[in-house]
T-cell receptor, first 115, second 109 residues
Framework: TAGITQAPTSQILAAGRSMTLRCTQD?????MYWYRQDLGLGLRLIHY???????GKGEVPDGYSVSRANTDDFPLTLASAVPSQTSVYFCASSDLGQGTTGELFFGEGSRLTVL | GQNIDQPTEMTATEGAIVQINCTYQTSGFNGLFWYQQHAGEAPTFLSY??LDGLEEKGRFSSFLSRSKGYSYLLLKELQMKDSASYLCAVMDSNYQLIWGAGTKLIIKP
């Protein structure tokens, strides 16, 4: 099974340009997340969605937007990229609910460089 | 504020045992997770503790003390492939994960 797929795996972007990172899962998980990971820092939550049709802001939401039109897809958009958004971005999903641990399943990551 | 503390880096010898500690202060508690992350790869789930005590899974064990806000991950019979970062994360009262910065474990022959 594919699990959770992210695209692109790597991208170089000029400052001021827009970019959408794609994320698709085939596990029918209700919750999905976008994290960024920077050297020396823990994973930081950008946005999340506990169920299709709803989204919420995480710890570092500024400059990013998300949508959750269906269960499987959770794209992350940078409207106008800035160099501080250079990072590795991880999409994750989990099955939140009674009797579940909420274990996260991660995509392989998208390495974004903003110049 | 909420925070998770774990050592930045540890070194151990192949075949030995290593214990990676994690202390936390969070708004509520709904479980503690350990993830392994090899360089350039995604984190993968290792263990989950929600009750006090030790959970054993092969060469890896995880311990939790909720009263002390403390957990450790114990790795036995270390292998070179265990060289990775180990991430501690706590699920708070809002069911959001709070992550530590990770402990980079270096295994030497």
């Amino acid at each position: 099974t594919a699990g959770i797929t992210q695209a692109p795996t790597s991208q170089i972007l000029a400052a001021g340009r827009s970019m959408t990172l794609r994320c698709t899962q085939d596990m029918r998980h209700n919750a999905m997340y976008w994290y960024r990971q920077d050297l020396g820092l823990g994973l930081r939550l950008i946005h999340y969605s506990n169920t299709a049709g709803t989204t919420g802001k995480g710890e570092v939401p500024d400059g990013y937007s998300v949508s959750r039109a269906n269960t499987d897809d959770f794209p992350l958009t940078l409207a106008s990229a800035v160099p501080s958004q250079t990072s590795v971005y991880f999409c994750a999903s989990s099955d939140l609910g009674q009797g579940t641990t909420g274990e996260l399943f991660f995509g392989e990551g998208s390495r974004l460089t903003v110049l | 504020g909420q925070n998770i503390d774990q050592p930045t880096e540890m070194t151990a010898t192949e075949g030995a045992i290593v214990q990676i500690n994690c202390t936390y202060q969070t708004s509520g508690f709904n479980g503690l997770f350990w993830y392994q992350q090899h360089a350039g790869e995604a984190p993968t789930f290792l263990s989950y503790n929600v009750l006090d005590g030790l959970e054993e899974k092969g060469r890896f064990s995880s311990f939790l003390s909720r009263s002390k806000g403390y957990s450790y991950l114990l790795l036995k019979e270390l292998q070179m492939k265990d060289s990775a970062s180990y991430l501690c994360a706590v699920m708070d009262s809002n069911y959001q994960l709070i992550w530590g910065a990770g402990t980079k474990l270096i295994i030497k022959p």
